[in-house]
Nanobody
Framework: HVPLVSSWGGSVQAGGSLRLSCAAS????????LAWLHQAPGKEREVLAA????????HYASSVMGRFTISQDSAKNTVYLQMDSLKPEDTAIYYC?????????????????WGQGTQVTVS
């Protein structure tokens, strides 16, 4: 089991920035992927960014490419999402997640463990 605890989100004006963090604990050696997802009202949960822990490869959804950056502090077992140039359509609940296996980083069903979710509002 890998509990994930994310930081509070918040509210920001369009064009602003926000950084989310998510700390993993427990069986962290089981983690193959760390990712951030969001879910807007009435929409499916979407993978925004994912990092493969061993290869350090990083992938982004086209909607956030060039605006969001995923990073990891392995010593703290913490993953971050730096969000810049935020848009109103980025308003959603944001989740960190971890997967123990797989290659379909863009598939929300690949992820085994989830943070509690945090609201980000862009106005």
């Amino acid at each position: 089991h890998v509990p994930l605890v994310s930081s509070w989100g918040g509210s920001v004006q369009a064009g602003g920035s926000l950084r989310l963090s998510c700390a993993a604990s427990g069986s962290t050696t089981s983690i193959m992927w760390l990712a951030w997802l969001h879910q807007a009202p009435g929409k499916e949960r979407e993978v925004l960014a994912a990092m493969h822990i061993t290869s350090r490869s990083i992938h982004y959804a086209s909607s956030v490419m060039g605006r969001f950056t995923i990073s990891q502090d392995s010593a703290k077992n913490t993953v971050y999402l730096q969000m810049d140039s935020l848009k109103p359509e980025d308003t959603a609940i944001y989740y960190c997640a971890a997967a123990k296996a797989g290659s379909r980083w863009y598939d929300r069903f690949m992820y085994n463990w989830w943070g509690q979710g945090t609201q980000v509002t862009v106005s």
